[in-house]
């Protein structure tokens, strides 16, 4: 299906959802990046106590890179059912719902991942002070995942009610 771009297109319910996928994006990647920088910059001060727990250490620090996953996974959802709408057939409606739900799940991946990554850090740090604490930081962890996974499930429902 070919999709002709005119003025009639690039009114408000496409710029919104567009604005609203861009949001989904950004915000949950830079949510991950922060968090995994956070958790990486604890294990680098770790490795120096303890470098034999390297791996548990790089799986802490990997944790909060999920929530850019959610909001890339997010996107191709609501992508594709732009897709099968096809953008001159967008309503208003529409238009917010994935604005919606690209700030939503963007907000929610920013904070969990940032929160997430703190979680971790003091999981590294603990473990490089010689403490047996992987499996409750796994545990504790996953709390603010929860809810990046919520944000992600609110986004699938939505792109259903499209």
Do not use: H, R, W
């Not at 994935?98 to 740090?125: E, H, M, R, T």
């Not at 490089?128 to 545990?139: E, L, N, R």
């Amino acid at each position: 299906m070919e999709t002709i771009v005119t003025a009639e297109v690039l009114n408000s319910p496409v710029i919104l959802a567009y604005v609203g996928l861009a949001l989904m994006v950004a915000l949950a990647g830079i949510g991950s990046a922060m968090g995994v920088s956070i958790g990486g910059n604890a294990t680098i001060g770790a490795l120096k106590k303890n470098d034999e727990a390297f791996g548990n250490y790089m799986l802490l620090s990997a944790l909060p890179g999920t929530q850019g996953l959610y909001g890339f996974a997010g996107f191709f959802i609501i992508n594709g059912k732009m897709a099968e709408i096809g953008l001159s057939a967008l309503t208003m409606g529409q238009g917010v719902a994935i604005f919606a739900a690209g700030l939503a799940l963007g907000l929610v991946g920013l904070v969990s991942g940032i929160k997430q990554g703190g979680i971790c850090a003091n999981g590294i740090s603990g473990i490089g002070s010689g403490y047996d604490v992987f499996g409750k930081t796994m545990v504790l962890a996953v709390f603010p995942e929860l809810y990046a996974i919520v944000a992600f499930a609110a986004t699938f429902i939505i792109g259903g009610g499209l």
